[in-house]
Structure formats: structure tokens, C-alpha cells
């Protein structure tokens, strides 16, 4: 077998491969995405992006019934998009294995929430796999197609930032062959949800838990490795690398299915033992399930529950004492908190939305950096769709004169995820809201994607884009203005018209992202500041460009003055237009 | 905790890259018959925040952290980003850092200032230290791109590996039109120190 260093979401996309996986569908979202990403090398499967995660699913749905192998990914969040397809399928089971991935992200590096998806396993009763390091992650990818068809259910197959951005040694092994060919195959007993089917399939859900927690029992992904001493671990996933090191000679019970547990096994186990714990990352999902059994354990009572774990915080955690190192760093470090790119649109419409006063329902993606200072111009941001739909809600409360500053805003991935919806809805109940969508081609904060919007497929073949204006035509708005963002003077005289409207108004904003690979972002000559002009008012700091930086004491006053680092300036000229002094100059110019 | 497995930090910020030294990392160990693993953070982090990869290995790795406190080397891209990670070092261990700054958001904006001297306060409690003018170097290898593997090149020197495995783990991540001038890189690094 060869042998290649993998990262767990490489590892992912390596074992469809192997499993002989035909279609795969996702929307990205950290740390899922790179899994589709890395599916498009093998060439047998049809790859693409969904414009969210519940369509996804259901094309994955869709290939299953066709008698082929599928898979649908996304981030923990995206789960709770898709989770109404899930659940019906759960009855309805599968003809070609289907496995769902699902990536949580204990921590919060890239999520609004740290939900733990393992509760979705029980709550829609699906088993649930938890590979630990890569090579697991593509065994047990492999593993889940078969327990997927021997047991007639969608299997979920989890991962975390840790196990997905993680890299590890991995043995690739050879496809499997003889895999049925897809075909047409009616069966409406089983593929159509009525009443009358779907209390026909109900018991053999519940059916389906009880065998595959017997089989469980006798599985390799269950396994005991005993250790020297009489304390025993139940862990999995993740946490079981953290607890290696920090047990080196406890008996480990490493459950690579985390739903439905094996209980007579965990029976056996901890009657082995003298005293045992549970190391799971978030919830007491395991040991909720043990302690239900009768069994005393360690857990949660001295574990966080709250961020992920490491090896130095479990040791804390249970002797009570805080890590102590030799080396310490004493002052106060200036933080490094992300920003938008130079030359990005999304700066000159939220700073345009500042200085107008606006009331910002915001949404997810690189412009929720928006929120942050000095450009402070977000006002809200829940999840997915919620800006437009969270504008239509707060307008109808609002008084008269407050009402006109509400601005819904999200980017044209998130218009196309879920926030269509929002915006007929804003639209048919007649909202005063302006509606702002920030057009930049791409799905900008998880990596530039393409979308419906861009032209592209995730292979980079050629798509019918979307046409945001006629969409939002037909969807009822009278209203639509199209702007390009950089120029400050057409962006607000635009989106002062538009709030001052008593009827449902859009704004696109235009601008090809920064980061587009195509060659369509527009560089054009750097700037610099004229040091004999630039009084060191600081206006242009406020606008967060990281090409932007304060010189303290420069300047003949000695008050500082801004400069350009010419290595990140686009000329995008946002700044030229913010500053009241004509301190920027072109450097080809003048 | 399992003595045997060692670790380095990598730490920069957002968009310089080191993940891609990370991959080169991991695969020199893989290389030179180690187990291996590596742990950073994608995502939001990339719009020029701190960033920070852990690569651990030895006979059986299992997490793929390192605990605080351990690491053999601080691997550092950034002198800020570098101090900020110091308590991850181990006593006696060595700090590779490339001479730079950048200053952070705060700073840029002058509402916040870059720490003075960093090297200096670096220097105050690590014994070994390594600054390398990785700009400069790489702008002597023909491409200022071929900073993070002039650092790579420093980084050598503190690690117990054949030259040759290094140009093998070179050829398998840098694209073959910009290999020679990273090989070029790589020399100028290990000569550093
Ligand atoms: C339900 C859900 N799926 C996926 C994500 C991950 N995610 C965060 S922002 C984003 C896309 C943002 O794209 P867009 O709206 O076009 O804005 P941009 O980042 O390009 O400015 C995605 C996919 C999420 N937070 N929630």
C-alpha cells in the first residue's frame, strides 16, 4: 500500500474515491470545504457546489435512489440548513450508500456557533462515524458506504477543524469494484413519505438503532487497548489523540462510532476498570449515554464543555492547576485580528453605510469584518439569509423616522444560499427596507469559491450566471440600482435614494473580488501619500485598508502622517476619496 | 506526555505562506521515516491574521498539537507573531525567526504600537536564536517569493536531517518552474547560520 501524507479532509475525498462514490455536492463552509475541493481530481466522480447545503443533500438523495453511491458535505452550520431532508431520509433510507459530512469546529476559528453535530445522529437516529487522524478518516469513509447499504440508512461520517485541517500519514488502498451500475427503479413504498409509508418505515428506523448497537459491539472501529494501569478512558475522535497523551498507560476504549453506542461493550469496559473517564470535545454526548447506564465517570463535571480541547487544558482541567511554562511573554501584545483585503468593494459601501447612519442587518461572509473597528458598520449578524429577513422584522416595529436607516446586507453567496427567500419575503410584505447585495463573484470568506453567480462550476467549467438584477425583478423590487462600491460619491448618492424609499429597494454593490484567480480583479498603480499634503487627520485610517499605515511623529508638525505600503495598494482609491486634503497621489502620476 | 516526538511552531501572519513551508516540513519528516502530523487553522484567520501550524513527529505521534510549553523550535515568519507564541517553547529550545515586522491592524491605525526590539526581548530569555534577513536572501536567490524557503534553509541547521532529503521534499511541493531558485533559497538559508 502506498503511503502519503493527507490532511483529514484529503483523506475524505480519497475514501469516496475508494468507495466508488459517484456524485458528491456541497456548499462550502470551514473546515469542510477542501473535502469537494479535492474530490474534483477523481475523475469518475461528478463533483459540484450546491447553493446550499439542503440542496446538496437532496442531490446526494437523488443519486442514491439512483443506485449510486453518494456524498454530500458542509460545515456544522450547514447541518442545520439540510437537517429537514435528513430527517425524512433517515425513514426512507438509501439504494446507493449515502454518507453525509459533517465538519463541527470546536473553538470557533471560522463559525458563528461550536453546535455538536453528534446530537443530530440521536436526534435523527442515522448512525455516526468519528474517524481520529486521516487515515481513519478515509477507512472509515469507506467503512460508512458499507454499513450505509448493509443497514439501509444515510450514515454521518464527523469531523472537526482539528481532524480536517489536520495532516497525517495515510495508506491508500484500491478502489472497490463491482459496484452495481445506477439504474431506474421505482419503489414508492419506500421513496414516497406519506403518512401511510412513512408509519410503515418508522419502526424500522427504530429497529435499524437497536441491530446496528448489537453489531457495533463486535466491530474493529470499536476497540479496547488495554493498558497497564486499572484507569480506563472512553473517548473518540480527536480527543482520543489528546487523551493518549495524556493517559499513556490507561486502558483506552476508542469508539470510531459515536452513534449508536455499543453498550455491551462499554458495559464490559468500564467493569474492567477502577476509575473512568470520558474525553469528549463539547457536549456530554457519550457521557450523558454511559451515565444513563448506571456507570460513574469523570466527564464533563471537570472537562469544559465550551471550546475545543488539547492535551494541556485536559491535564489542567482535571489536576486543577493551570499550565506552567519557562518561557512567558509578560506585556501586552497588540492583537492581529483579520481584515478585508486591499482593493476589496465591501470597504467603500460599509463605510458609505456609516457615515449615512444606516442600521446594519448584516450576514455572513468576508463582510462581517465590517463589524469590526474602525469601521464598526454591522449592527447584526446571525446566520445565513437572516440580513434581509432580519431587516423586514426590525422596519415593522421601528417608528417612522428610525425606520428609513434599516439596511439588510449579505454577499451575492449568501443571497443565493438562503437569501432570496428573504428578500421575498421582504418584498411581499411590502418592507421599507433597502436590500444590499455585495456582489463580488465569489464565495470570498471560505477561499473564493464559484457560485451561481460566477459563471463557473467547481470544476471551472462554464455555467449560466445568475442575473442578480432580473432575479431581483422578478422577484417584485421596482427599485435596483447597481453600483460600483469604490466610488464613494455614486455609492451614497445611490444609497441614500434607495432609504429614503417607503417601498422595498435594492442595492448591488459590483466588484470583483480581490482574491478571484481569473484575472477580473482590477489592479491598477499603487498610491502614496503626499507628505507635504497629509495634515495627519487620520480620516483615512478609519476605512481599515491594510496598505494603510500610521506613521507616529512624521510630518512637519511632527503630528503623523499616513503611508502607502506600495506592496499592498491596488489603487483602488477609496482612500483618495476619503481624505479632504489631496494627500494621495498616483505614483505613475505626478 | 510521550517524550520521544517533537514539535515545531510555525507562526506568521495571514497570506505569507506558511502553510505551504508547513507541507514541505511534513514531508521531509515523512521522508526521512518519521510518523507526522500537522495542525493549523484555515478560514477566517487568512484576511491577515495571526496564523500558527503545528507539526509534530517521531516514532507515534498522537495529538497533533503541541502541548504549551514544549515545542523544540519556534518557527517564526513574523517577529510579532513570534514573541506572541514564545510560551509555547521548551526550555533549551531555539527560536529560527525571520527579521520582519508587520504591523497588525491597531498598529496600522496608530491606535496601538509594535512592541520595540522584539529580536532583543527574544534574545533576553532564549540562549539560541536565530534571526535570518529573509527578505534579503531571498531577493540574492532571484525571486523575494522564495522568503519562506530561505527560512526553511535556516531552519535545517537546527534539525537532524539529510540536505538532500530537504531538496526531495522541495521537489515534491514547489511547482518545477520556480525550483531552482528555491533550491538557490534553500542554500542561502542554511548558510545563515
Ligand atoms: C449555513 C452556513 N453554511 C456555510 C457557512 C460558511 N460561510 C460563511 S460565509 C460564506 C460565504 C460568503 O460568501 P458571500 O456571501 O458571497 O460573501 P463574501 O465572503 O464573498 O464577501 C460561507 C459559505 C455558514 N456560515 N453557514
Not at chain 1, 470551514?30 to 473535502?35: K, L, Q, W
Not at chain 1, 462515524?129 to 444515510?154: G, K, V
Not at chain 2, 521548551?90 to 520595540?116: C, Q, S
Amino acid at each position: 500500500m502506498e503511503k502519503t501524507i493527507l490532511s483529514g479532509n484529503e483523506a475524505i475525498a480519497r475514501g469516496a474515491y475508494e468507495a466508488g462514490v459517484r456524485v458528491a455536492s456541497a456548499y462550502p463552509g470551514t473546515p469542510s470545504t477542501e473535502i469537494l475541493e479535492n474530490i474534483t481530481q477523481y475523475k469518475g466522480i461528478d463533483s459540484s457546489w450546491a447553493p446550499n447545503e439542503k440542496v446538496a443533500l437532496e442531490v446526494a438523495i437523488g443519486a442514491s435512489f439512483g443506485g449510486a453511491r453518494s456524498m454530500a458535505t458542509m460545515k456544522h452550520v450547514g447541518l442545520n440548513v439540510a437537517a429537514d431532508p435528513l430527517f425524512t431520509l433517515s425513514y426512507i433510507g438509501v439504494r446507493g450508500g449515502l454518507v453525509l459530512v459533517v465538519a463541527d469546529d470546536p473553538e470557533m476559528h471560522s463559525s458563528q456557533d461550536e453546535q455538536d453535530s453528534r446530537n443530530y445522529a440521536k436526534f435523527a437516529k442515522v448512525p455516526m462515524l468519528e474517524p481520529s487522524d486521516s487515515d481513519e478518516a478515509r477507512l472509515f469513509t469507506r467503512i460508512a458506504y458499507e454499513i450505509s447499504e448493509q443497514f439501509d440508512t444515510p450514515v454521518l461520517l464527523r469531523s472537526t477543524t482539528r481532524l480536517s485541517h489536520g495532516k497525517s500519514i495515510v495508506n491508500l488502498d484500491d478502489p472497490v469494484t463491482g459496484l452495481p451500475e445506477p439504474s431506474l427503479k421505482r419503489d414508492p413504498s419506500k421513496l414516497v413519505m406519506l403518512p401511510a409509508n412513512a408509519r410503515q418505515r418508522h419502526p424500522l428506523v427504530e429497529k435499524r438503532i437497536v441491530d446496528l448497537e448489537k453489531w457495533a459491539c463486535d466491530q474493529t472501529f470499536n476497540r479496547v487497548e488495554t493498558g497497564e494501569s486499572k484507569v480506563g478512558v472512553i473517548t473518540s475522535g480527536i480527543a482520543y489523540q489528546y487523551a493518549k497523551e495524556v493517559f499513556p498507560d490507561a486502558s483506552v476504549l476508542k469508539l470510531g462510532m459515536v452513534y449508536p453506542l455499543p453498550k455491551q461493550m462499554i458495559r464490559d469496559f468500564a467493569e474492567s476498570v477502577d476509575k473512568l473517564y470520558i474525553i469528549e470535545e463539547l457536549d456530554p454526548f457519550i457521557e450523558e449515554a454511559v451515565r444513563a447506564m448506571g456507570i460513574e465517570v469523570i466527564g464533563k463535571d471537570l472537562l469544559p464543555v465550551c471550546g475545543e480541547l488539547t492535551p494541556e487544558r485536559i491535564e489542567s482541567a482535571l489536576s486543577g492547576k493551570p499550565v506552567d511554562t519557562d518561557y512567558k511573554v509578560k506585556e501586552e501584545l497588540p492583537g492581529r485580528p483579520p481584515m478585508l483585503c486591499p482593493g476589496c468593494g465591501h470597504r467603500g459601501l460599509f463605510h458609505t453605510l456609516k457615515q449615512l447612519g444606516a442600521f446594519v442587518t448584516g450576514d455572513i461572509g468576508c463582510y462581517t469584518l465590517a463589524a469590526l473597528p474602525p469601521l464598526g458598520a454591522m449592527d447584526s449578524c446571525v446566520c445565513m439569509g437572516a440580513g434581509f429577513s432580519n431587516a423586514t422584522g426590525i422596519a415593522k416595529v421601528l417608528p417612522e423616522n428610525e425606520r428609513q436607516k434599516v439596511v439588510g446586507v449579505m454577499g451575492d453567496s449568501t443571497f443565493l444560499h438562503t437569501g432570496v427567500n428573504s428578500l421575498m419575503d421582504l418584498v411581499y410584505n411590502n418592507s421599507t427596507a433597502t436590500a444590499v447585495i455585495l456582489d463580488n463573484s465569489a464565495t470570498g470568506m471560505t477561499g473564493r469559491q464559484d457560485n451561481p453567480a460566477t459563471g463557473y462550476t467547481l470544476k471551472g467549467g462554464d455555467a449560466p450566471a445568475v442575473d442578480l438584477e432580473n432575479l431581483c425583478q422578478a422577484l417584485g423590487v421596482k427599485h435596483i440600482r447597481v453600483i460600483d462600491p469604490n466610488d464613494l460619491d455614486l455609492t451614497k448618492k445611490a444609497l441614500q435614494e434607495m432609504m429614503a424609499l417607503a417601498e422595498p429597494s435594492v442595492v448591488i454593490a459590483r466588484r470583483v473580488c480581490m482574491l478571484e484567480r481569473r484575472g477580473n480583479a482590477e489592479r491598477t498603480t499603487p498610491l502614496f501619500v503626499l507628505e507635504d499634503k497629509c495634515v495627519g487627520c487620520r480620516s483615512c485610517l478609519k476605512i481599515s485598508c491594510p496598505a494603510i499605515e500610521w506613521r507616529e511623529g512624521a510630518g512637519e508638525k511632527g503630528k503623523g502622517q499616513a503611508v502607502v505600503n506600495a506592496l499592498l495598494c491596488t489603487g483602488c482609491k477609496v482612500c483618495e476619496q476619503v481624505c479632504n486634503f489631496d494627500a494621495f497621489g498616483e505614483i505613475d502620476g505626478e | 506526555m510521550a517524550n520521544n516526538v517533537k514539535g515545531i511552531l510555525l507562526t506568521g501572519v495571514g497570506g505569507q505562506g506558511t502553510l505551504l513551508a508547513s507541507e514541505v516540513l511534513s514531508e521531509v519528516l515523512m521522508l526521512a521515516g518519521f510518523d507526522v502530523k500537522k495542525s493549523e487553522i484555515h478560514g477566517m484567520s487568512q484576511r491577515g491574521g495571526s496564523v500558527t501550524s503545528h507539526v509534530r513527529w517521531g516514532e507515534k505521534v498522537f495529538s497533533p498539537l503541541i502541548p504549551e510549553g514544549t515545542a523544540d523550535i519556534l518557527f517564526g515568519f513574523e517577529l510579532l507573531e513570534t514573541y506572541r507564541s514564545l510560551s509555547m517553547l521548551r526550555k533549551g529550545g531555539a527560536v529560527v525567526v525571520n527579521d520582519l515586522k508587520i504591523a497588525p491592524g491597531p498598529v496600522a491605525t496608530g491606535t496601538e504600537t509594535y512592541p520595540e526590539d522584539i529580536p532583543g526581548k527574544l534574545k533576553a530569555q532564549v540562549d539560541d536564536v536565530l534571526l535570518v534577513d529573509g527578505m534579503e536572501k531571498a531577493h540574492q536567490a532571484g525571486n523575494y517569493r522564495t522568503v519562506n524557503t530561505v527560512l526553511l534553509g535556516a531552519l535545517s541547521n537546527r534539525m537532524e536531517i539529510a540536505e538532500e532529503l530537504w531538496h526531495k521534499a522541495l521537489e515534491a511541493q514547489v511547482p518545477e518552474k520556480f525550483l531552482q531558485e528555491n533550491l538557490k533559497a534553500f542554500a542561502l538559508g542554511r548558510k545563515a547560520a
